[in-house]
């Protein structure tokens, strides 16, 4: 076996933190001695080592650009890549990436990732990324003819489907939820399996203009950073009243509970001030404490979530729950970096979830038809305009939606919505105004 | 039966989707879903939620590389079983979440933990990533996998959670610090919003094979891919290719992306830009981009000293300086750039004034600055 020396990838298995290239080495140790009958090249990962030792010397990748490679009936789900020095290292001449649709919140039982292990060991690399970051499994590494038997294993002896790649709704992906967290809004979990399923089409053949992300938060912290990284951002928030508990305020303001929940443990910032770390850091100042009682003015709150973060044994989110929807979120390529710009303030999240669907379906409508090749969501909203958009979703425009209104007054009307239409006859002009 | 080339939509099943989450919640959970009323960091890693109903459920949080073989996955299992009823789940930063539902399970899990190493000494579940300390570097794939990275994604991020362990494992900053990185501009991931970024850049125009170019890319769609409009087509030698004004390139590499004959990746040419200021939680001050504050350090294999030299310099600058609960770009933006800058002792050049389309709100349109 042409085991290449790897000395500077050496160097990456000292210190503390778990290195990878000890792990890529234990698994081509394995793969050296195991029985398994294996589909693919058995010196795969030495030679994945090889050619990244090769990287390292060059200071560039060596992998050719692109690669069309994918199971029948899909037109996306696998990355195909070949290595560019294939006679230096044959077990990495195709290494296609799959994707597979994880579960949602990535909570997983040992018998089925022992399932993934077992399948992958055989038809792939035996390497992985947990995960990646939109949030499939990623399956690193395997030859073009196993690319139909494991998606053939996945589906019919895993349940198990792939995540999406291309110009199509990409894998949805969501925070832990009402799972294991007290601020959830509402069921992450629920609604993000639920319109993974219900666009499954969608995910598995591209129809878009380019790529489009779900993303679900249960609130604005933010945990699977929506808002960021998701052309339609769904985030939980309330609009009742932050709940009170005044003798869990005495317990947090006495010493007893600590703020934040002890996240700021590793150092002495001296004892709880109610007053400093939550009622002056209010952004809309709309709390009070009078030593005894604290009061919110919920009417002027943002719901940003620092003081429920800062005292979560005492205040927790409203009752009269639901969802931000946000979009255009993306990358810089190609017009610059976008957030996404808050659409819908407030809409309940109940199931079936009608509501959402329609307005996801809406959106979609509109940018399948006007979209330009490769343009994201988030440039045509910004080509034709945030009032455009909001005339196809059916909304009407709301102070909510903007940092601020315009400076400029460069402003567009319908010639409809002026008295007397934009027909005019110069020579009528002329009776009042002499050239 | 299996897959039957000569067959190949036989038997075939498609738009099955994600296995349903709910087969696997471990049972503590099922059973106070959407019950729990509040939760605490005991420790550095380790977490409790507390159910309405009584019940506690105990997590404990160990880094993961991202990058794993089936080999790890079931040395995960494996300690999931022991102590878990075979429940295990990552986090949206790809760190690994073991969780128990009694308080004994506790320690000997910890301890199961701590013990194991790789054979090059590395440990392979550190404990940590909680509260306001460091936690895992959300990345992408580097030369690892894809074909326009300008710099690894893998190696340089051990380099920086090497230096920075002790903080992985420690509570002690003013807010959580979100460390992410991206191999090229494309910032798969969190690269735009996070507290501090790497960033991999390209400093040299693309090579153009106009050999090769009309047959392996549709012109028109590298034309457009050109954010500064620095592509137009272009007959050379008798083949249609494109030419490419290096004035107005800014090296982006996507018309790359598009057209597998314009390669930019280089030796000298390609490295590392560090961002700072970004977050996306709405917790006081709204979401915000990240800053680039260092234009370039240069691509140094293996442990890319300058890049985890200038990182450690912002980090532990913002740790000595800044307000409780206050997040690098707050910081930042309270004391002013010109501040950041004196601080830090990172150099300002021209690299870092905005000069793209809407460049002019970046630019300060007042008196107000600090000496």
Redesign the interface.
């Known amino acids: 076996m042409a085991k290449r020396k790897t000395p500077?990838?050496?160097?990456?298995?000292?210190?503390?933190?778990?290195?990878?290239?000890?792990?890529?080495?234990?698994?081509a140790e394995?793969r050296e001695k195991t029985k398994v009958d294996l589909q693919t090249p058995r010196e795969a990962?030495d030679d994945?080592l090889g050619?990244?030792e090769l990287?390292?010397e060059?200071?560039?990748?060596?992998?050719?650009?692109?690669g069309i490679v994918g199971v029948?009936?899909?037109g996306g789900g696998v990355?195909g890549?070949y290595c560019d020095q294939p006679e230096q290292f044959p077990g990495i001449r195709d290494?296609h990436?799959m994707r597979v649709?994880?579960?949602?919140?990535?909570?997983?039982?040992?018998?089925?990732?022992?399932q993934?292990?077992e399948l992958?060991?055989r038809r792939g690399s035996?390497?992985?990324?947990?995960?990646g970051?939109t949030g499939d499994i990623i399956l690193?590494?395997t030859t073009t003819p196993q690319l139909?038997?494991v998606?053939?294993?996945l589906?019919?002896n895993?349940?198990?489907?792939l995540g999406g790649s291309g110009s199509n709704l990409r894998?949805p992906?969501c925070?832990?939820g009402?799972?294991?967290?007290?601020y959830?809004c509402y069921?992450t979990?629920h609604l993000c399996?639920s319109l993974?399923?219900e666009y499954?089409?969608e995910l598995?053949r591209p129809a878009f203009p380019y790529k489009f992300k779900f993303k679900f938060d249960g609130c604005?912290?933010?945990?699977?950073?929506s808002?960021?990284?998701a052309d339609m951002s769904v985030i939980g928030t309330w609009r009742d009243d932050i709940r009170i508990d005044q003798e869990a305020v005495g317990a947090y303001v006495g010493g007893e509970f600590?703020p934040?929940?002890?996240?700021?443990?590793?150092?002495d910032?001296g004892p709880f001030d109610i007053e400093k770390?939550v009622i002056d850091?209010?952004?809309t100042h709309c709390m009070a404490w009078d030593g005894n009682k604290l009061k919110i003015n919920n009417k002027e709150c943002?719901?940003?979530?620092?003081c429920i973060?800062?005292m979560?044994?005492a205040l927790?989110i409203g009752k009269d729950t639901g969802a931000s929807i946000l979009f255009g979120a993306k990358?810089?390529?190609?017009?610059?970096?976008q957030?996404s710009t808050l659409t819908i303030p407030f809409m309940k999240v109940e199931e079936p979830y009608d509501e959402i669907k329609e307005l996801i379906e809406k959106v979609w409508d509109w940018w399948a038809e006007e979209g330009r090749?490769?343009e994201r969501l988030g440039e045509l909203m910004q080509r034709q305009g945030f009032g455009k958009f909001l005339e196809v979703c059916g909304l009407k425009a709301d102070p909510r939606m903007i940092h601020e209104p315009r400076s400029n007054p460069y402003i567009f009307w319908k010639e409809e919505d002026v008295a007397g239409g934009w027909e005019r006859d110069i020579k009528e002009f002329r009776k009042k105004h002499q050239k | 039966m299996?897959?039957d080339?000569s067959n190949?939509?036989k038997?075939?099943?498609?738009?099955?989707?994600?296995?349903?989450?709910e087969?696997?919640?471990?049972p503590i959970?099922k059973r106070n879903?959407?019950k729990?009323?509040?939760?605490?960091?005991?420790?550095?890693g380790v977490l409790v939620?507390v159910s309405e109903t009584g019940e506690k459920?105990y997590?404990v949080r160990v880094?993961?590389?991202?990058?794993?073989?089936?080999?790890?996955?079931?040395e995960?299992?494996?300690i999931?079983?022991k102590h878990c009823d075979?429940?295990?789940?990552?986090?949206?930063r790809?760190n690994?979440e073991f969780?128990v539902d009694d308080e004994a399970k506790l320690k000997p899990l910890m301890e199961d933990l701590e013990k194991r190493k790789?054979?090059?000494?590395?440990?392979?579940?550190?404990r940590g990533g909680?509260?306001?300390?460091l936690t895992n570097i959300?990345h992408?794939q580097?030369?690892?996998?894809?074909?326009t990275?300008a710099i690894?994604a893998?190696?340089v991020v051990?380099?920086v959670?090497?230096e920075l362990?002790d903080d992985?494992q420690?509570?002690?900053f003013?807010a959580?610090v979100r460390i992410s990185l991206a191999c090229c501009?494309?910032?798969?991931?969190?690269?735009?919003?996070s507290d501090i970024a790497i960033l991999g850049i390209h400093r040299k125009p693309p090579m153009v094979d106009h050999e090769n170019l009309g047959n392996m890319c549709e012109i028109p769609?590298a034309v457009?891919?050109c954010?500064t409009g620095a592509i137009k087509p272009a007959t050379v030698d008798g083949k249609k290719s494109v030419a490419v004004n290096n004035e107005r390139c800014m090296f982006?590499g996507?018309c790359?992306?598009m057209c597998?004959s314009m390669?930019l990746?280089?030796?000298?040419g390609?490295g590392v830009a560090i961002l700072v200021g970004g977050k996306?939680?709405?917790?006081?001050?709204p979401?915000m981009?990240s800053k680039v504050v260092v234009p370039f350090l240069p691509?140094e294999?293996?442990?890319w000293p300058q890049t985890v030299l200038a990182i450690k310099k912002i980090l532990y600058t913002y740790m000595e300086d800044a307000r409780?609960?206050e997040r690098l770009g707050n910081w930042a933006e309270r004391i002013g750039w010109e501040r950041f800058f004196e601080k830090t002792g990172l150099p300002f050049t021209a690299h870092l004034i905005d000069d793209?389309?809407f460049a002019y709100t970046t630019w300060r349109t007042s008196t107000q600055f600090k000496f």
């Open positions: 500077m990838l050496d160097e990456l298995e000292k210190g503390r933190w778990p290195s990878f290239v000890s792990d890529i080495k234990q698994e394995a990962c994945l050619l990244m990287s390292y060059d200071k560039v990748g060596h992998w050719k650009h692109g029948f009936g899909y990355i890549r290494f990436t649709n994880q579960p949602s919140s990535y909570f997983y039982t040992t018998e089925y990732l022992r993934v292990c992958w060991e035996g390497l992985t990324n947990m995960h970051s690193l590494g139909e038997e998606f053939w294993e589906t019919h895993l349940k198990q489907d894998t992906n925070c832990i009402k799972a294991r967290c007290e959830a069921d979990q399996h993974t399923m499954q089409d598995h604005p912290n933010g945990c699977v950073a808002i960021a990284r600590k934040n929940a002890g996240a700021h443990s590793g150092r910032w770390e850091l209010c952004p943002i719901r940003c979530m620092h973060d800062t979560p044994r927790r990358a810089p390529i190609l017009e610059g970096a957030m090749n490769r | 299996g897959y080339p190949p939509m038997d075939r099943i498609t738009d099955v989707g994600p296995r349903n989450y087969e696997f919640l471990p959970i879903f959407g729990w009323l509040y939760h605490e960091i005991l420790e550095p939620h459920v997590t880094g993961g590389c991202r990058l794993m073989s089936v080999q790890h996955i079931r995960i299992c494996d999931a079983d075979g429940h295990v789940r990552w986090t949206t790809n690994v969780m790789f054979a090059g000494g590395s440990n392979k579940f550190p909680t509260g306001a300390g959300v992408t580097g030369w690892i996998h894809c074909h990275p690894d893998s190696g051990k380099c959670m090497d362990y992985f420690n509570m002690r003013p959580q501009l494309n910032m798969c991931g969190a690269v735009h919003c769609l457009a891919a954010p982006c996507n790359f992306t597998p390669p990746a280089d030796e000298e390609s996306l939680s709405n917790r006081i001050k979401p981009f691509n294999p293996p442990r409780k609960y793209y389309r």
